[in-house]
């Protein structure tokens, strides 16, 4: 009996591990999707008009 309890905290530690890591890993990519789309709106702003962006 301990040693399922232990086994099953083991995962359920692994686990919680992972989903801190899939939340990381979601934290980092939605920055990277809000600097592509400021350095996006950047260029945009910098080129209104597509002729001078060439």
Request: aromatic share 6%; proline share 2%.
């Amino acid at each position: 009996m301990a040693l399922y309890l232990a086994k099953l905290l083991s995962a359920s530690c692994s686990s919680l591990k992972q989903e801190r890591w899939i939340d990381q890993m979601a934290s980092d990519r939605m920055k990277l999707v809000k600097t592509l789309k400021d350095m996006y709106g950047a260029i945009l702003e910098k080129c209104k008009d597509p002729k001078e962006c060439r």
